[in-house]
């Protein structure tokens, strides 16, 4: 069974630009969940999507956006890049049905924003 | 409202010493408590989780956790270390209606041969 697949793995971005990382869930699940990591704030969480609908959302400011697909893949999208926007951004599926579930998470997305 | 805390934010064992790696817990509902490890430059691999079926929980690579309700405690041991468990090590928390994972700062783990 297929795990959780990021895209692209790494990227470079200029201040102002935008970015749209990708994330396929594991077939199956209809949860898909998306966290920032960086060294000084540790993992955080951005928001979460269950069958197309936002259901949960992190205290970021409205530059991060996400959405999800019928087939439960989703994208995550930052507006206006800042240099602090540079960190890992992990995704991760569940079957969503239950707060129990286990949490799968992806390889990640490496930004640099220069 | 959930939070985590992890005492120590780097721990040095030996080779075939004990892990032991520390996890606090605050929640407002019934939690589930997870454990998941982080190699260099990868994404979080899960270890085990607690969701109320036992308090001891057993996870891969040879790691177990016990859930202490009366402490808050879901600390994660293994007995003897292993040169391929130095990584990092998140401890995370949901609950009951709850969709989302609260992190701990993670715990680096080095083994010293």
């Known amino acids: 069974k297929a795990g959780v697949t990021q895209t692209p793995r790494y990227l470079i971005k200029t201040r102002g630009q935008q970015v749209t990382l990708s994330c396929s869930p594991i077939s199956g699940h209809r949860s898909v969940s998306w966290y920032q990591q960086t060294p000084g704030q540790g993992l955080q969480f951005l928001f979460e999507?269950?069958?197309?609908?936002?259901?949960n959302k992190g205290n970021f400011p409205g530059r991060f956006s996400g959405r999800q697909f019928s087939n439960s893949r989703s994208e995550m999208n930052v507006s206006t890049l800042e240099l602090g926007d540079s960190a890992l951004y992990l995704c991760?599926?569940?079957?969503?049905?239950?707060?129990?579930?286990?949490?799968?998470f992806g390889e990640g997305s490496w930004l640099t924003v220069v | 409202a959930q939070s985590v805390t992890q005492l120590g934010s780097h721990v040095s064992v030996s080779e075939g010493a004990l892990v032991l790696l520390r996890c606090n817990y605050s929640s407002s509902v019934p939690p589930y408590l997870f454990w998941y490890v982080q190699y260099p430059n990868q994404g979080l691999q899960l270890l085990l989780k607690?969701?109320?079926?036992?308090?001891l929980v057993k996870g891969i690579n040879g790691f177990e956790a016990e859930f202490k309700k009366s402490e808050t405690s879901f600390h994660l041991t293994k007995p003897s270390a292993h040169m391929s468990d130095a990584a990092e090590y998140f401890c995370a928390v949901t609950g009951a209606g709850s969709y989302q994972l609260t992190f701990g700062k993670g715990t680096k783990l080095s083994v010293i041969p």
């Open positions: 991760a599926s569940s079957s969503g049905d239950s707060s129990g579930n286990t949490i799968y």
């Open positions: 607690y969701t109320s079926a036992a308090t």
């Open positions: 999507y269950f069958s197309e609908t936002q259901r």
